[in-house]
């Protein structure tokens, strides 16, 4: 497999947009549409553009870093391959019911909350209890990828998201009863569409699996390309001993089972090794765990960052909930012998409903000194664990700088506009298929949710004044940016994605075609019902 596939794909991205600003004059509204001439990008703006990115969006480089660095330690902690194999085998012949919960989880969390990038934090967790079902690669990217644009496409309640779109179009008074229905339904069959696709593309058993028992005494599986497919027995049922004694009777029996073309099962004395067309797994999963771990602190670190996450990314305001704004600031005035202590101890917070990625650094540490302390791991060995565990990030943080040091080249020449213009210029009145069509291009150069809709919306609502058509338009303009981020080299989600599994871009798109296709057409029927 060619290295850094990822990150050469990002940079000719940027090339690209470089040439463009060559060709295309500038364009920007402000009140009014101001055309700019040309202005040209020059080579030594590839160098300074991405000191720009880092000023700006820095942190989720550092996010990105920080995560890394998280499981790094975790790696290091036998109990959490412990962890992870028990809820492996607690789903064991439910695998398929378990991966479809992910994927409606993690889409819905992305639609009420707008955590498509603070979803980053449980990624390495999910793709560990994948492939240690016994999935590869293409199955984790399509259950993350897949279902992070599932919730983008109906996203309903995530002001991070949405925001833009109900301000320039003032629909605060079309919000609840003309937007959210229609999105609860591309919500909906968004996440309906993914797992069927994920449970396609198991079905057709694009993987080669071997089972090996590992030895004690010995620290390393050795790992075997098997030249066929291979689907090990339905659970709890034993091989026999004629099997196990004969090579040929072995095949034969190992043939006869066809429980999961794509999957295998295992017993507890069993490792899963697995080779596949999109390459080495092994950094990806933490190594196995010979030794009784008590699992409870890890699980309760999980437990509690998850249920933080939820209750502290879920726009209370939306649904008329202040008691946390109450709370925090009760919190803030609160006072120890005329002292404020926690507003001195903590400094400034977010309450609930407002938190940024920025936000999670304490959770994380604090978790970090839980399990260094429960655990009795050095601090020497912490801070080895973090670097090596940062070291495998340093890939995807260095392409959220690209994504967004293009970002930045979009926004300082902005072409953009002059393309959107001419689209839309295609017809006097407001169309679906021209501003769906602005709606995937606007995804495709913006990196960043808001950038895309505040790059094209307010000149939008200046050429069409009809009111009664904005709430479809936003709809519109929401749902292509989601089903544009399956595919975008832009895309920050799925890039980053890509890079951690080390997945080639042009065998995720030979994977994910029929999905995109699939998406779009459900996408234009419940358009144009809503136009109807």
């Known amino acids: 497999m060619k290295k850094h596939n990822t990150s050469k794909v990002v940079l000719i991205t940027m090339l690209v947009f470089l040439l463009l600003s060559w060709i295309l004059p500038a364009a920007y509204y402000s009140g009014e549409y101001v055309d700019q001439g040309r202005v040209q990008m020059g080579l030594f703006d590839l160098f300074s553009y991405p000191l720009t990115s880092w000023s700006y969006f820095g942190y989720l480089a550092l996010f990105i870093v920080l995560v890394g660095g998280f499981y790094g330690i975790l790696y290091k902690i036998p109990a959490y391959r412990t962890f992870l194999e028990k809820i492996v085998a607690g789903v064991r012949g439910l695998e398929k019911l378990a991966l479809s919960i992910m994927v409606v989880v993690i889409a ?117 390309v098997v030249e066929k497919k291979v689907s090990a027995p339905a659970p709890k049922k034993e091989v026999s001993n004629k099997g196990s004694n004969n090579k040929k009777s072995s095949k034969k029996n190992s043939s006869k089972s066809r429980r999961n073309d794509n999957k295998a099962a295992f017993r507890e004395e069993d490792v899963i090794i697995v080779k596949e067309t999109v390459g080495d797994t092994n950094y990806l999963v933490p190594s196995e765990n010979t030794k009784k771990s008590k699992v409870w602190p890890i699980a309760v670190v999980f437990g509690l960052l998850f249920v933080l996450f939820v209750l502290a990314f879920i726009p209370w305001e939306q649904f008329g909930v202040t008691y946390f704004n109450d709370l925090t600031k009760d919190i803030e005035k609160f006072k120890l012998f005329e002292f404020p202590l926690f507003a ?92 769906a069509l602005v709606g995937i291009l606007c995804g495709l150069f913006n990196s960043d949710i808001a950038y895309s809709f505040q790059s094209v919306v307010p000149y939008y609502a200046s050429i069409f004044t009809a009111s009664k058509n904005y709430p479809l338009a936003a709809t519109i303009f929401q749902s292509m940016y989601g089903l544009t981020m399956l595919v975008a080299p832009t895309s920050l989600t799925l890039m980053v994605v890509l890079s951690y599994l080390n997945i080639p871009y042009k065998k995720w798109m030979k994977t994910i075609w029929k999905l995109l296709l699939e998406l779009l057409i459900v996408c234009l029927i419940v358009f144009i019902f809503k136009a109807m």
């Open 344 to 435: 001195k101890l903590l400094g400034s917070f977010n309450a609930f409903g407002n938190w940024t990625v920025t936000d999670l650094f304490l959770p994380l540490g604090l978790s970090v000194l839980f399990l260094a302390i429960v655990y009795g791991i050095r601090l020497d060995d912490v801070f080895d664990s973090f670097i090596a565990g940062a070291k495998k990030a340093l890939a995807p943080a260095f392409i959220i700088i690209l994504l967004y040091t293009i970002l930045v080249l979009v926004t300082y020449h902005p072409f953009q506009l002059v393309i959107y213009k001419f689209i839309l210029g295609w017809t006097k009145k407001f169309n679906i298929a021209t501003t």
């Open 108 to 224: 819905v969390l992305v639609s009420f909350c707008g955590v498509q990038v603070a979803i980053i934090l449980f990624l390495p967790f999910i793709v560990s209890l994948i492939l240690l079902m016994g999935y590869d690669k293409i199955v984790a990217a399509m259950v993350t990828v897949g279902s992070i644009c599932a919730g983008l496409i109906g996203s309903t309640f995530a002001t991070s998201n949405s925001g833009i779109l109900t301000s320039v179009f003032q629909l605060e008074k079309y919000y609840k009863s003309s937007q959210v229905g229609p999105r609860f339904i591309l919500l909906l069959l968004g996440i309906v569409l993914v797992i069927l696709n994920v449970l396609m593309y198991i079905k057709k058993g694009n993987k080669i699996v071997k089972m090996e028992k590992k030895e004690p005494e010995k620290e390393e599986v050795k790992e075997e």
